[in-house]
């Protein structure tokens, strides 16, 4: 089935699950959707993000895409059941896969979660945590200025590493060997965040995970893309193209990337 794979997030954070996308699914087409004139979600009530959300994914739905990626925590958090029910093709979020790789990489069975406001609130990292291991130590921190500092293009730099040392600060005298990376956008200031917790504890994200998931699942119904033509990929923002696409080209191997404004 030769139709694209819609990828949805509140900005540019999904970049970080598409990353992985085309390494593992090199053949698929890929539309991505980030509403970075919107973005954050995660200090957004769940009514007003489960409203955007359905706007997001009518607008791809016009685009005959034959599975749906929500490659945001937030609306994984709040909007994923709902989508799954109505959507007349696949839906998979990152959350399930960010506790799977957590239990996969923990060896003290501690774990510290941070994500948005909207993400800790809703527990949802607790319940897919706990669902694999019951013995699981959670410890969850909202992180409210991180998605902004990504989506400015700021993330580099002094003050940048300031700001993720003053954000993770709760955490000290916390005791945790893990470290899931809560918000898509988190992975691409990995490195600074990886710095301030120091290298005994490992830092993961759901990135790759879901990647997997997405693959499995197109095996798994026989979606897969068969055109030998190579695999044509689009990018739309409701916000500013120039920011995105000197993100989005930093951080993906793509040459050419096309990146269009798109209203909702």
Not at 29 to 53: M, W
Not at 98 to 116: E, F, L, Q, Y
Not at 164 to 178: C, G, I, M, Q
Request: proline share 5%; aromatic share 6%; glycine share 6%.
């Amino acid at each position: 089935m030769n139709a694209p794979i819609g990828v949805i997030d509140s900005g540019v954070g999904g970049l970080t699950v598409v990353k992985e996308m085309l390494r593992y699914l090199p053949n698929e087409s890929i539309i991505y959707l980030g509403d970075t004139a919107r973005c954050p979600y995660g200090t957004r009530s769940k009514e007003q993000v489960i409203e955007f959300t359905n706007q997001i994914v009518e607008k791809l739905s016009k685009m005959d895409i034959k599975m749906l990626v929500i490659a945001c925590n937030t609306i994984t958090a709040v909007a994923l059941e709902g989508l799954q029910k109505r959507c007349p093709f696949p839906v998979i979020g990152v959350i399930n896969a960010g506790a799977k790789a957590a239990i996969k990489a923990t060896k003290t069975r501690s774990i510290a979660v941070i994500a948005t406001p909207g993400t800790v609130k809703s527990g949802a990292y607790e319940n897919a945590i706990y669902s694999l291991n019951s013995s699981s130590s959670i410890t969850a921190l909202a992180c409210p200025r991180l998605v902004p500092l990504v989506e400015s293009g700021q993330y580099q730099g002094e003050f940048a590493r300031n700001l993720v040392e003053e954000t993770l600060a709760p955490l000290k005298n916390s005791r945790f060997d893990t470290m899931i990376l809560g918000c898509t956008h988190y992975p691409i200031i990995q490195e600074l965040i990886e710095d301030v917790v120091g290298e005994e504890v490992h830092v993961v994200s759901s990135a790759e995970e879901t990647a997997k998931h997405v693959k499995e699942t197109l095996e798994f119904l026989h979606i897969e893309r068969m055109d030998e033509h190579p695999p044509k990929h689009l990018f739309y923002t409701t916000g500013s193209v120039p920011i995105f696409q000197s993100i989005a080209s930093s951080w993906l191997p793509l040459k050419d990337l096309q990146v269009k404004r798109i209203q909702l």
